[in-house]
């Protein structure tokens, strides 16, 4: 079977599941797009439970697509929409470019990014929920630059897609906020789930000097979580709380609020709110947290990253490109 029809099978499928028993036609359809498995990793697992927590308070006859490329993504979204399904939920950054050519043939369906989103180019049918990474990017410097001993950490990402670009650069701003002195390497695994590939990206930066490796590569980070845990340095648990899974070396968790903000879009799709607009997901607006109590520093870190918390919440630091 060659790709396209393997393609056109998948999405049919998950167009069917939706339609088990001709659902009630008063019930909208919705659907949602993930690049990985629902069933590990820490980004799209979470992402698709806040989902089907949505659709089921909504009301809505929901389906979902595991493992959707991004140069795959257009050709999901036609077939989708075609097939008169009213909201595709895409999530990650990376599907931006496939929504922005695919909506305007679409005006009926609503579609809305989860992730980061700098621009709608004023479709009126394209809407995202846009997660500050910049801001993202800049706890997370500040807190592995004031937990390192050795003034010198690592963020090791999946992809180059948008959200995992700008938060590598602010990273590397917050933690020179912190810690004007420090070194920071950086490296991408060239995946989201090579483990293996992680992991020995992770071991080789511990060994140049590295006491903190922050993960950004979704179901790899489990490779960059071992390393720390077996190489006796820190890390951090990504979007969702992880010390059961690393107890030797998760310092805290960022803890993103995907069931908030699913449920923002579900009642705005509802309530017919959607269309050109973006939603910014940051600590105000309680889009993520950390986890607390830190683990394996002192309670000095975590007063200090908070402090930075705080201030970037009253707006008393300028996180500036």
């Not at 989860?114 to 929920?129: F, K, V």
Request: glycine share 8%; no cysteine.
């Amino acid at each position: 079977m060659n790709m396209k029809m393997m393609l056109a099978a998948a999405v049919s499928a998950a167009i069917g599941f939706a339609s088990v028993a001709h659902a009630e036609e008063s019930k909208p359809r919705v659907a949602a797009l993930f690049t990985q498995t629902v069933t590990q990793g820490s980004w799209d697992m979470a992402g698709y439970g806040a989902f089907k927590a949505m659709a089921t308070k909504e009301g809505f006859t929901p389906s979902y697509l595991e493992h959707t490329t991004y140069e795959s993504a257009p050709s999901v979204l036609r077939q989708l929409a075609s097939d008169g399904v009213k909201l595709i939920i895409a999530h990650s950054s990376g599907y931006s470019a496939a929504i922005k050519e695919v909506a305007p043939s679409f005006p009926d369906t609503q579609f809305v990014l989860y992730s980061y989103e700098g621009s709608t180019a004023n479709l009126p049918n394209y809407s995202a929920w846009s997660v500050d990474w910049d801001e993202y990017g800049f706890v997370l410097g500040v807190l592995a630059a004031t937990a390192s001993k050795t003034g010198h950490i690592a963020v090791i990402s999946g992809e180059p897609i948008p959200s995992a670009e700008r938060t590598v650069q602010f990273i590397k701003k917050g933690a020179a906020y912190a810690n004007p002195k420090i070194v920071v390497d950086s490296a991408y695994v060239g995946s989201f789930t090579d483990v293996a590939r992680a992991k020995e990206i992770a071991t080789g930066a511990i060994a140049r000097g590295a006491d903190f490796v922050i993960p950004a590569a979704d179901t790899a980070d489990a490779g960059i979580q071992q390393a720390a845990d077996e190489e006796g340095v820190l890390t951090i648990g990504s979007y969702t709380d992880q010390s059961a899974s690393f107890p030797n070396s998760v310092m805290t968790s960022t803890v993103m609020n995907f069931d908030k903000s699913y449920a923002d879009i579900g009642k705005h799709f509802a309530d017919h709110q959607l269309g050109n607009r973006i939603i910014t997901e940051n600590l105000s607006t309680n889009g993520w947290t950390l986890k607390t109590p830190f683990a394996h520093v002192g309670k000095d870190v975590q007063d200090k990253v908070f402090k930075v918390v705080d201030e970037l919440k009253a707006g008393k630091i300028k996180i500036e490109d």
